[in-house]
């Protein structure tokens, strides 16, 4: 039986802002930045989703895309195209591992913090706080 709550909570202005700033930098790069680019994006989408109280976290960087990338697309070449699947694959593999449930310590990897106040999360687990809570309904955590 599927259980947990899913939220989104990104808005468009702050994608169109996330769009011009990496879509300035890959131009101005001739392409370059595009790594760089997908990995912002991913790390919003991230930053911008809770699961069951909890926020995601994307730690993926463009390095990492980009030689992912690369391998891909070489042995894509190689193989005439046969590779391409297990490339998208592959891709979707990356993405995973380097998606986390946010801690304390994500706080640098989370793109739009600004309208959060340190007393709407727990400080041990990130989960959003009601306002006036003493405890925090995630992990327990009794809070100050």
Known sequence: MAYGKFDFKGTG?????????TA???????????????SAALRWGCANT????????????GAGYFA???LIIVLTIITLGIYA??????FYRWITNNTYFADQGDIEYL?????????????????RLPEGATFCGECGNKLD
Not at 50 to 61: A, M, N, T, V
């Open 13 to 21: 202005l702050s994608y169109l802002w996330l769009f011009i700033w």
């Open 24 to 38: 300035f930098l890959t131009v101005i790069t001739f392409g370059l930045y595009t790594p760089w680019a997908a």
């Open 50 to 61: 809770y699961i069951d109280g909890k926020r995601l976290c994307f730690k993926g960087s």
């Open 68 to 70: 992912n990338w690369l």
């Open 85 to 90: 699947p297990w490339g998208a694959v592959r």
């Open 111 to 127: 793109v739009d913090t600004k309208g959060i106040e340190k007393n709407d999360q727990c400080k041990k687990c990130s989960a």
